[in-house]
């Protein structure tokens, strides 16, 4: 028998599989077998806009509302065209690069693709 990855969320190593979905029943998280076990973590990273839209490398978003910039005199205003984003790991999970602000991390929750 092979030994089930523990929880994602909690770290229990008490989940249990239930049809096709490994189920932690200390937390209640539910996740997909099949994406553990076959690609590679770097492709599986999902990232969406504000809309639930997927978003991919290279995409152009606009910011869906003013953000503060630390270090920056200035708000990235609203409506800001950002080209050719990149997708990463961690709370702030969009890295680009913007006019007059440089390279910065953004929240694909304030975003939208275009
Ligand atoms: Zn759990």
């Known amino acids: 028998m092979t030994k089930l990855p523990n929880c994602p969320e909690c770290n ?3 989940a249990y599989e239930d049809r096709g979905m490994l189920v932690c029943p200390e937390c209640g998280h539910e996740w997909n077998v099949a994406s553990e076990s076959s690609a590679p973590a770097e492709e599986g990273l999902v990232v ?3 809309n639930g839209n997927l978003l991919a490398d ?3 978003i606009t910011v869906i509302k003013d953000l ?3 270090g920056a ?3 990235l205003k609203m409506g800001t ?3 050719n984003i990149r997708l990463v790991e961690g709370d702030h999970n969009i890295d680009c690069k913007i006019d ?3 390279a910065m991390k953004l929240k694909s929750e304030f975003v ?3």
């Open 12 to 14: 229990s190593e008490y």
């Open 48 to 50: 969406k806009d504000a």
């Open 58 to 60: 290279g995409d152009t």
């Open 68 to 70: 503060k910039v630390k």
């Open 73 to 75: 005199s200035n708000p």
């Open 81 to 83: 065209r950002v080209k």
């Open 100 to 102: 007059g602000f440089g």
């Open 112 to 114: 939208k693709k275009i």
